[in-house]
């Protein structure tokens, strides 16, 4: 599919949800350095009656949508017309100029406010707050804060990558036979599979195999994981703590997880396909035949 084996180029229009990213590309032998760009990944915190919520990661653009539509569907709101203002300051998306504060913190916020008389519907029950209360925005240096840089010091030859997802896919059972299920595998430096593990749910899949290893003594800081779900910053974050060097996903990250892996020397690979995949952070670990590689 073309959206797979070309992402987004320099010379199409920037839209909002997305986030302008140096990449090089090598396909077969042939290796290019292009103006591409990632999905934009940002926390949206919502209010209801001043009172935080929630803290959704999202692409910027429909936050009002959003806000409706998670606070209906997750039960915290009875019903449409219990809602008499849905409030969302501050630019729409990261491109557009904003009054006020140059930050504009309240663009990661919507405020939902009840009608008079109206009981909210969240009493006693636990509220999933997946990154943090306030203002609602968080980026790159707040979510690295407690993570340490990788110190992981292996090299994998280029032509090494490509045949990694064939590994993954010979032994996805459950996916041959029923479809719709995640993988996560682990490989050494030469390309050789350590471990295979399905799950429904993409952070499963890396967790069984992380745990694998862990509980098998087998050391992290040497290896390189290929998931088939996107690079999001959750999922980096993941393998930072465990001192994996070398990310790689079938799909592309976001703007959050190149952030993180470029700040945290973390080298992360995305489209890996076919006899293609992009770099987008410390290529230096992948060694390429050409004469001229990229400091990428």
């Known amino acids: 599919m073309k959206r797979y084996r070309h992402p987004y180029e320099a010379e199409q229009k920037t839209e909002g949800g997305l986030m302008p990213w140096r990449i090089r590309r090598l396909d077969g032998g042939r290796e290019q350095v292009v103006e591409g760009a ?91 707050q997946l990154i943090r209360s306030g203002c609602g925005r968080a980026g790159a240096a707040d979510l690295i804060q407690d993570l340490s840089p990788i110190k992981g010091d292996v090299r994998m030859r280029a032509e090494a990558i490509p045949p990694l ?82 990310m790689a996903s079938i799909s592309s990250p976001t703007s959050l997880a190149v952030e993180m892996a470029d700040a945290l020397n973390c080298t992360l690979l995305g489209y890996v396909r076919g006899k293609s995949f992009n770099i987008y952070s410390h290529g230096w670990r992948i060694l390429s035949e050409d004469a001229n590689p990229s400091p990428l």
């Not at 501050?90 to 913190?105: F, L």
């Not at 593990?197 to 050391?219: F, M, Q, S, W």
């Not at 390189?224 to 996107?230: A, D, F, K, Q």
């Open 38 to 128: 990632v999905v934009v990944e940002e926390p949206l915190e919502i209010r209801i009656n001043e009172k935080s919520v929630a803290v959704l990661m999202r692409t910027p653009g429909m936050e009002k949508e959003l806000a409706a539509g998670f606070c209906l569907g997750e039960g915290l709101v009875r019903d449409l017309w219990d809602i008499g203002l849905i409030r969302h300051c501050g630019r729409v998306a990261p491109g557009e100029s904003a009054e006020g504060d140059a930050m504009d913190y309240s663009r990661n916020r919507v405020d939902v406010t009840l009608l008079p008389g109206v009981s909210n519907n969240w009493d006693g029950r636990e509220v999933a």
């Open 165 to 246: 997802l064939g590994q993954i896919t010979r032994q996805q059972a459950a996916y041959r036979a029923a479809g719709g299920i995640h993988a996560a595998a682990l490989f050494d430096g030469h390309g050789r599979v350590i471990v295979v593990c399905e799950d429904i749910g993409r952070h499963n899949a890396v967790d069984k195999a992380t745990g694998y290893c862990l509980l098998r003594g087998i050391p992290l800081n040497d290896k390189v994981l290929l998931c088939t779900g996107r690079a999001s910053y959750d999922m980096v974050a993941k393998g930072v703590r465990l001192g994996l060097p070398v």
